[in-house]
């Protein structure tokens, strides 16, 4: 039976095909802003087109051209941005989880597509999400060159959608930071964060709101802003600082530090036979709380503060291994 024989519509399904071309027009010009020439094709294609040639012919020397592939998500802290209605720099999360894994290589960002599901798309919603993927790109030097937006009806709570993003970036082979030479002796150096960024964020919660109480609107001692906003720092960006190390020849292996802390990420960019073996110490500073403030203390556990091991990584977010 066809939809004109039934008298549905994709509407009567929960689908809102107006409201998605609604998107498409609020989002063009703000994602056409990160493109460059080498970028072939705008929105609305079934693929994105993005050309290579003058970025290998000006490497100059550059013999083994290497595309490099990053894919992740935001996790939990979408739980922030729901409770507190606030969308506009989750979108900088997801450009930065996945910018900051490819750059550990070496490799210069050079295009990110997005994917937003939804239950009931809004327009007004998934523009500031988006909106804040562009911006996640402008500051990484790359282009947001395509994306899916997904309308699935009864797949999402109300108010709810989830992200996923996929960067593509380029590097000469013989300049890959891939942390074979590591060395003993090698000096590791601890890149600072500005918050919890897009790890943790489950435990971070459960803490915060179901054990200790607090609320969104809680604004803590030495905080300046509330708990909510706190929570919703955007996490860091890297890539600049990647380029430098690797055009320096400084950085022997690179390690974005994300789930599992130091004892988590860091063997993973180091040569088998010196895999380094350290234990996470407590740290009692969790959030970017610098300034002073009035409000509750930060929550503490019966016989002591509150430790942070491994998810919550305290202030350090990458780290770059170079030569003592």
């Known amino acids: 039976m066809s939809t004109q024989d039934s008298g549905l519509t994709y509407r009567d399904a929960g689908v809102d095909i107006e409201e998605a071309d609604r998107l498409i027009d609020r989002i063009k010009d703000v994602a056409k802003a990160t493109h460059g020439p080498q970028v072939l094709s705008g929105l609305g ?13 000006a490497g100059q020397g550059m013999t083994d051209p290497v595309l490099v592939a990053g894919t992740d998500g935001v996790g939990t802290k979408l739980k922030v941005a729901f409770a507190t209605g606030r969308h506009d720099t989750v979108g900088i999360d997801l450009v930065a989880m996945c910018v900051n894994d490819v ?15 939804t239950g009931r798309l809004s327009a007004d919603v998934a523009a500031q999400v988006i ?37 593509v970036g380029l590097l000469d082979r013989p300049r890959l930071v891939d942390g074979t030479n590591v060395q003993p002796g090698d000096v590791v150096v601890g890149v600072h ?85 350290s234990r996470s110490r407590p740290s009692h500073s969790s959030l970017s709380c610098n300034s002073p403030g009035s409000g509750p203390s930060p929550p503490s556990r019966p016989g002591g503060r509150l430790s942070w091991p491994r998810t919550l990584r305290g202030r350090c977010d990458a780290v770059p291994i170079r030569a003592s």
């Open 45 to 57: 294609g079934f693929a994105s087109l993005f050309s290579l040639k003058d970025l290998i012919e």
């Open 103 to 117: 750059v550990t290589t070496g490799a210069r960002p050079l295009f990110f597509l997005d994917y937003f599901g």
């Open 131 to 167: 909106s804040g993927v562009a911006e996640g790109c402008r500051r990484s030097g790359c282009a947001l060159v395509g994306g899916e937006t997904a309308e699935l009806p009864g797949l999402y709570d109300p108010g709810e959608y989830d992200l996923a993003g996929f960067c």
């Open 193 to 277: 964060a500005q918050g919890l960024h897009s790890n943790g964020l489950s435990l971070a919660q459960k803490v915060l709101f179901e054990h200790a109480g607090l609320t969104h609107d809680t604004k803590l001692q030495g905080c300046e802003f509330d708990l909510g906003t706190e929570l919703l720092r955007p996490t860091d960006l890297y890539a600049k600082l990647a380029v430098v190390l690797t055009d320096a020849g400084i950085a022997k292996a690179m390690a974005h530090i994300t789930g599992g802390g130091l004892p988590g990420n860091l063997p993973r960019v180091l040569p088998a036979s010196g895999r380094h073996h």
